[in-house]
């Protein structure tokens, strides 16, 4: 099924993200997590590709196993920076044959060697030649891309990051999926300029439920994301004990969540990192908002 049509269906819904193995001996017990994900019947699942593409193949393996098994729709991401042209184009007949109907089109982010290199030389500098790519192939996916509440690290304002987002929509994203981010109001100040530029497509607010103290530099180095005080104090209060940090970051999620459901936000993706407890405790949390109670 076409994620396009469950986002602009204009009911609260919940989808979920997993990330594939990085090795062959991981594969059995990733796939016991996302199937226990899966079980909870989310209204999709993505999957992760992982950087520079070395687990492209588990990507598309796990997208495979939940639709068959749970016949849940799934999002395959696909990066392709520095990748080349016959690369790319393998993978998405990859996609293709794999009966993928839905991709996340991005760019990937650059590793210290990429940084300095010739990338006048690469055939895909941004995620908007991948689009291109994927409207010109002969599968009819339904494209998704990444956009920044908070700006992409690297553009130099947020009014040029929303002059490419828009170009990138207008190339053929049918939706897009925002970075993690802990204020909601961020969210909605983004949405009303992205509406005033004339971006109209469904987007689904990434929710990152934070249940380990050590998560937080790491979120904030891939993000860059605001943390509101009242999330800083949660994580110095509760970050030493593992349960009670865990509760905490459930619960900063649900409410993040409620508070987007209440404001008229139906789509909403939870960064569930293979946790299906976690997964499980969030949806329960908002099971009567979602029809599952
Ligand atoms: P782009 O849309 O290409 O934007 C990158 C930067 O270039 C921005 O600053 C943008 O403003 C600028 N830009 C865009 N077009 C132009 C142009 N024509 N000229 C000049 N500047 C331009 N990474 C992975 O490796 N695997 C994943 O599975 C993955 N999943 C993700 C899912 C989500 C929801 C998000 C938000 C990110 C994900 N990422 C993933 C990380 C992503 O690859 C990085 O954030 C990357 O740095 C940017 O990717 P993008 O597709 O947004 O890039």
Redesign the pocket.
């Known amino acids: 099924m076409k994620i396009k049509k469950i986002l602009e269906a204009g009911v609260p819904e919940m989808s979920f ?1 997993v ?1 594939p193995p990085k090795t062959e001996s991981a594969f059995e017990s990733v796939q016991g997590a996302v199937r226990e994900i899966a079980a909870l019947r989310p209204s999709f699942m ?1 999957v ?4 520079g593409g070395g687990t492209s193949q588990y990507t598309l393996d796990i997208a495979k196993d939940i639709k068959k098994a749970f016949g849940v729709p799934m999002l395959a ?1 696909l ?1 392709c ?1 520095s990748s080349t042209k016959e690369s790319v184009r393998a993978r998405i007949e990859a996609m293709k044959d794999a009966g993928i109907e839905n991709v ?7 590793t210290p060697e990429m940084e300095g290199a010739d990338r006048s030389r690469w055939a895909y ?4 030649d991948l689009i291109r790519d994927l409207k010109e192939s002969s599968a009819d996916f339904c494209i998704g ?4 509440p908070e700006v ?4 130099a304002n947020q009014k ?2 929303i002059k ?2 828009k ?2 929509v207008d190339a053929g994203v049918d939706f897009l ?3 993690m981010f802990f204020d909601n109001n961020l969210l909605y100040s983004f949405l009303y300029k992205i509406r005033e530029a004339g971006i109209t497509v469904p987007v689904v607010a ?1 929710i990152m439920p934070i249940t380990r103290a050590t998560q937080v530099a790491r979120a904030i180095k891939l993000s860059g994301s605001f943390m509101p005080h009242r999330f800083v104090s949660l994580v110095d209060r509760f970050g030493s004990d593992p349960d009670a940090m865990k509760q905490a970051g459930i619960a900063y999620a649900t409410d993040q969540i409620i508070d987007l459901y209440a404001n008229g936000i139906t789509n909403v ?1 939870v960064y569930s990192m293979n946790q299906p407890d976690v997964a499980a405790k969030i949806q329960a949390n908002v099971s009567a908002i979602l029809g599952k109670a």
């Open positions: 993200e990330f993505s992760t590709y992982g950087a991401h990066t920076v996340m089109a991005l760019r990937g982010d650059l500098r941004y995620a908007v891309g990444a956009c920044y992409h690290p690297e553009s040029e990051d490419y987002l170009e990138k999926t925002t970075q990434g993706h």
